[in-house]
């Protein structure tokens, strides 16, 4: 099945789908979200990037993030999201939005009305290794350290969300 995703105007109102490729190709505006998954310990659940992703493999990242289907809503997609990529369910609550642009090095570029979410979960996902090839806990001001000293290791789109989370939580 073609994915597609929702393109939107600069509100967040969809008008019109779009092949997910396409849509890269073209660094359209497109509804997106992003997972943060933190434990009791105020860690945030970080996921590596599979090695057969079509971009930014083997990068670490958020918990997870993906894309929107048309008729769902932003907590519907990020739980199914979620569920598919780490293997666990919880409940999740939109944080904020933004809009940004990250080009990668293949020619694709995202171009995202990003919603993100945040929930709490203490244990051990269950990985799709298609999707997700380790995971770990880390402290956001860990994290802030680790992006300084090794910025090649995480995804373009997440120093960018990242940054915006941590100034939201601090």
């Not at 659940?45 to 918990?63: F, V």
């Not at 244990?123 to 300084?148: C, F, Q, R, S, Y």
Request: glycine share 4%; with cysteine.
């Amino acid at each position: 099945m073609e994915e597609k995703v929702i393109l939107v105007n600069e509100k967040d109102e969809q008008i019109g789908l779009m092949e997910k490729i396409e849509a890269h190709k073209k660094a359209l505006l497109h509804r997106a979200f992003s997972v943060f998954v933190v434990n009791d310990k105020n860690e945030i659940m970080l996921q590596q990037r599979a090695l057969e992703k079509y971009h930014s493999p083997g990068l670490w990242t958020n918990t997870c993030c993906s894309h929107q289907r048309e008729g769902e809503t932003n907590i519907e997609a990020g739980k199914r999201r979620l569920m598919e990529e780490m293997g666990f369910k919880t409940d999740l609550k939109e944080l904020f939005h933004f809009i940004y642009i990250a080009p990668f090095d293949n020619g694709l570029t995202e171009h995202e009305f990003d919603h993100v979410m945040v929930g709490s979960y203490n244990g051990e996902p269950d990985l799709n290794p298609h999707e997700v090839a380790a995971w770990k806990w880390m402290t956001a001001i860990e994290i802030k350290n680790d992006m300084e000293r090794q910025p090649e290791i995480y995804t373009e789109w997440f120093k960018i969300i990242f940054d915006k989370y941590y100034k939201h939580i601090s």
